[in-house]
């Protein structure tokens, strides 16, 4: 019981972790950035090679960030600026992106399947049930990625623009705001969150040029269903995270694999616009 | 007039073509094909493929050749699938006119190789472990399948220590589901119980409510079965940050991928038909000719790559017996010979299919497998009975 539960919260982590930086994106720039993918896998290659230069693993996340904010907002530049006014065609762009930056990986470090130590190992005992500590872990580093980009959006001039943007753009550049900049800046932290959830996420996972792929789906599942806002996505990867460990655990993990989708399938039916303006 | 004349030339480049054809055979090379999966799944593992065929090659072309003729290598990317082979084995089989298929490749690529080859009547020498019970008068298997690799884990196990409840994990595809359905009938033939089974997807990675499963049963042992690389390191990592420290028997990890996971593969059983450890004079030599060959370049030999060198001299030693390519002839004296390699002695002897020495090992903190126990001449069971010898 206490496992399930254990199973649950660190399976919504994990899932928050991969889908804030498509949020940020999608919810300033009203665009699917589906390079989302390749920035997760970015970030994990930035965590092996920094293992390999000796950095402690604490720093890999920080780094990743810097790696994939830079790569991200060079991105923007080159590519998904044009695009603003064609959603669609963004869809294709950034899906073309993370092909190419797919094929640079492989490249780079080839196809085999890397590793990067984990900085803790071992179990923890939580209410006499050994648990995974690294897993827990990432329950803390989830709500500490939420603070921070809490705290960016309400407690910083950026943030102040960046809302302005979010609610009415033509109103904010007709105050001065320069709705470009926040763009840039927003991919940019967009794809920089995607690197740390590569970074975190390769401990209990594999480094290779595909990972961030298997992701990919139910991170834009969820971004949709919340329909652009923090709290709701936390809440809806609670939600739709628990309902496949359940499935899982008490069906099949065949049909687990599923959950998300499907749900978020009917929910989108019930209610197109998602849940955030409830 | 000019009918005559250009008649006559004709004949005059037909009587050419008829001396080239009849004056070639002693300069011409015998060909081998072999399709391989330079991309996708298998690309991981295709370089050592065909690094262990050109050595091969390479030794015999040294030494004269077969019957006086050389051997010549065509390589063809098959993309792992059954789209790309059938692609590659056109192209090597009517196109490059090759006299034999060699190679290692995944299951839905050989399945849709096999009519290609059917149908241009050629050997094919599949080196490949695989799930069994494929069988074509053209096709031969120099690997192992579940009857010779899955029982010495469990034996291993059940007798040294003493589990009788088991639990299953694989990933949800035809090899993965195949190696498990064995597992489990083997583990309830000899007394034991399987508590559990199951499966992820191939692309899933989080392997959370399985591994709590898992706990939850309290089995005395564990035997996975996924699809190599990704999947496979993922199931491991997450089982030691669960604390799991079963005895766990791994049916789909490779020295390889066992030596790049370090600390987190340490005390995970295999079962191979070739480790690199193994002590014999023919597994040195054939190390050390592989480092002298490709240096730096060399991919460590492993269970799929040792048996594509072995079944190039296998396919020399038929056609010597044979006295020539004659596909019919040499598919018969396949049957018949055996060779001497790394792995031993291999003869393709028991319905298409090869009894092998089968080696159970164990990784080491370095990532190394040490040997515990070796199984000699392990039966491949009934593959083919429809096939003759």
Not at chain 1, 109 to 115: P, T
Not at chain 2, 1 to 26: D, G, K, Q
Not at chain 2, 311 to 322: D, L, Q, S
Request: charged letters at 15%; a neutral charge; one cysteine or more.
């Amino acid at each position: 019981m206490i496992t399930l539960v254990l199973d649950i919260v660190t399976t919504a982590a994990i899932l928050f972790i991969v889908s804030a930086g498509l949020l940020v994106v999608f919810g300033v720039m009203k665009i699917i950035n589906f390079a989302h993918a390749s920035f997760i896998t970015i970030g994990a290659y930035t965590a092996l090679v920094a293992s390999r230069f000796g950095l402690p693993p604490v720093l890999a996340p920080a780094v990743a960030f810097l790696v994939g904010g830079l790569i991200g907002a060079a991105a923007e530049r080159i590519v998904v600026r044009q695009l603003y006014g064609r959603p669609l065609d963004a869809i294709l762009a950034t899906w073309g992106l993370s092909i190419v930056i797919g094929q640079l990986v492989t490249l780079g470090f080839g196809r085999e399947v890397q590793f990067v130590p984990a900085p803790v190992s071992g179990t923890l005992a939580i209410f006499s049930e050994d648990y995974s500590s690294y897993r827990l872990l990432l329950v803390v580093a989830a709500f500490v990625i939420a603070g921070l980009f809490t705290m960016l959006l309400n407690g910083t001039r950026l943030g102040l623009s960046t809302r302005a943007v979010i609610m009415n753009e033509n109103l904010a550049q007709g105050l001065g705001i320069d709705s470009t900049r926040v763009r840039l800046i927003t991919f940019g932290i967009g794809c920089g969150l995607a690197a740390i959830a590569g970074a975190l996420i390769t401990p209990l996972a594999s480094v290779d040029p595909n990972m961030g792929l298997s992701w990919l789906i139910g991170a834009f599942m969820l971004v949709m269903i919340s329909g652009g806002s923090l709290p709701t996505l936390g809440l809806s990867c609670l939600v739709l995270g628990g309902l496949q460990v359940l499935a899982s655990t008490f069906i099949s993990p065949i049909l687990g694999g599923l959950t998300i989708a499907v749900l978020a399938a009917v929910a989108l039916r019930l209610r197109p616009e998602g849940f955030a303006r409830a | 007039m000019t009918l005559t004349r250009s008649l006559s030339t004709l004949l005059a480049a037909a009587a050419c073509t008829a001396f080239l054809a009849s004056a070639a055979p002693a300069a011409d090379p015998i060909k081998i094909g072999v399709p391989v999966g330079l991309s996708g799944a298998n690309s991981v593992v295709a370089p050592s493929v065909v690094q262990s065929a050109q050595l091969a090659v390479d030794e015999i072309n040294a030494k004269g050749g077969v019957l006086g003729r050389q051997l010549a290598l065509e390589v063809a990317d098959d993309a792992s699938g059954a789209a790309g082979a059938q692609k590659a084995f056109d192209s090597l089989v009517f196109q490059k006119k090759v006299d034999v298929l060699i190679s290692m490749e995944t299951s839905a690529a050989r399945n849709a190789g096999l009519p290609i080859v059917t149908r241009g009547k050629l050997p094919y020498i599949y080196t490949s472990f695989y799930e069994g019970k494929s069988c074509s008068p053209f096709l031969y298997v120099n690997a192992w399948v579940p009857e010779q690799q899955v029982p010495p884990i469990v034996d291993y196990f059940a007798k040294e220590k003493k589990a009788s409840k088991f639990f299953l994990i694989g990933s949800d595809y035809a090899f993965g589901r195949g190696m498990l359905a064995f597992t489990k009938a083997y583990v309830e033939k000899i007394g034991g119980k399987v508590l559990g089974e199951e499966y992820l997807p191939m692309d899933g990675s989080d392997w959370t409510p399985i591994i709590s499963k898992l706990k939850g049963a309290a089995p005395d042992a564990l035997i996975t079965s996924t699809a190599g690389g990704a999947p496979n390191v993922t199931l491991t990592k997450q089982l030691r940050a669960a604390g799991v420290t079963l005895p766990y028997g791994n049916l789909a990890v490779d020295e390889g991928t066992a030596k790049g996971m370090g600390a987190d593969a340490e005390g995970i059983y295999l079962s191979a038909s070739y480790v690199t450890g193994i002590d014999s004079p023919a597994n040195k030599a054939f190390l050390a000719a592989m480092q002298k060959k490709f240096g730096t370049e060399l991919k460590t030999p492993n269970d799929l790559s040792v048996p594509e060198y072995e079944a190039v001299y296998a396919y020399k030693a038929a056609v010597e017996k044979a006295g020539g390519t004659d596909a019919t002839k040499v598919l018969k004296a396949l049957a018949e010979i055996s060779v001497e390699g790394p792995r031993g002695k291999i003869a393709m002897s028991k319905q298409h299919h090869a009894p092998l020495t089968m080696y159970l090992g164990q990784v080491q903190a370095d990532g190394g497998v040490r040997v515990i126990k070796s199984f000699a001449n392990v039966d491949p069971g009934e593959q083919c009975p429809n096939l003759k010898n």
